[in-house]
């Protein structure tokens, strides 16, 4: 797997405010997978992105991958509460899953 | 279900004690793999098997074993529990192509005293 730097590492919004949280790596990604955890729970699957520059959206959730595959971002509009956890990115390797890296993760907190 | 199930959900042991963390999937995934979450150092993984007899150093591996006789089961085996050992452990598996999602399991926490 590839190695991702994830940023911020916290982040606390107030009910209804947007949120972004950045995975940047310094080699190309073969893809990026984004996951979220909520607290107490494991890591859930959102979504994958693999073409460069390419964009997917899951309700108020956007996701992009960069031009030259070195970066992704999440973004969410109009945070609710049940958006509470942590976020992680990851990528895979050239040829198959293997050695995972996951980020730091963002954990995100909302103010009611 | 389409399901990872990891025993026990939470365990506290003394050190030095052995013991095993079991994984189970009924997915019929070639690729597994524990990972290790602790505060501030988000998911690092610890083994990771891509088959049956097949396992590979992940980044954290000092202290751990695993095996892989049988497709279904991982499981995570401490032979001389230490403190630092304290932590969350995630089992996950997925097939082996690198776009596959992680199915994850719901988590052993493991308190080492």
């Known amino acids: 797997g590839q190695q991702v730097m994830q940023i911020p590492q916290y982040q606390h919004v107030q009910e209804g405010e947007d949120f972004t949280t950045y995975c940047n790596s310094s080699t190309t990604l073969s893809n990026i997978q984004w996951y979220k955890q909520r607290p107490g729970g494991h890591p859930v699957f959102l979504i994958q992105?693999?073409?460069?520059?390419e964009v997917k959206k899951q309700k108020r959730l956007t996701f992009q991958f960069g031009e030259a595959k070195k970066n992704s971002s999440l973004h969410i509009t109009a945070t609710q509460t049940t958006d509470v956890g942590t976020y992680f990115c990851t990528s895979g390797g050239d040829f198959g899953n293997e050695k995972l890296t996951f980020g730091t993760g963002t954990r995100l907190t909302i103010i009611p | 279900e389409a399901q990872v199930t990891q025993n026990p959900r939470y365990l506290i042991t003394v050190t030095g004690k052995k013991l095993t963390v079991t994984c189970s999937q009924n997915m019929n995934h070639e690729y597994m793999s524990w990972y290790r979450q602790d505060p501030g150092l988000g998911l690092r993984q610890i083994y990771y098997?891509?088959?049956?007899?097949?396992?590979d150093k992940g980044d954290v591996p000092e202290g751990y074993k695993v095996s892989r006789k049988e497709k279904r089961n991982f499981p995570l085996i401490l032979e001389s529990p230490s403190p630092n050992q304290t932590s969350l452990y995630f089992c996950?598996?997925?097939?082996?192509?690198?776009?596959?999602?992680?199915?994850f399991g719901n988590g052993t926490r493991l308190t080492v005293t």
């Open positions: 996950a598996s997925s097939h082996p192509e690198s776009n596959s999602p992680l199915h």
């Open positions: 098997s891509m088959n049956v007899e097949v396992t």
């Open positions: 992105l693999v073409k460069s520059g």
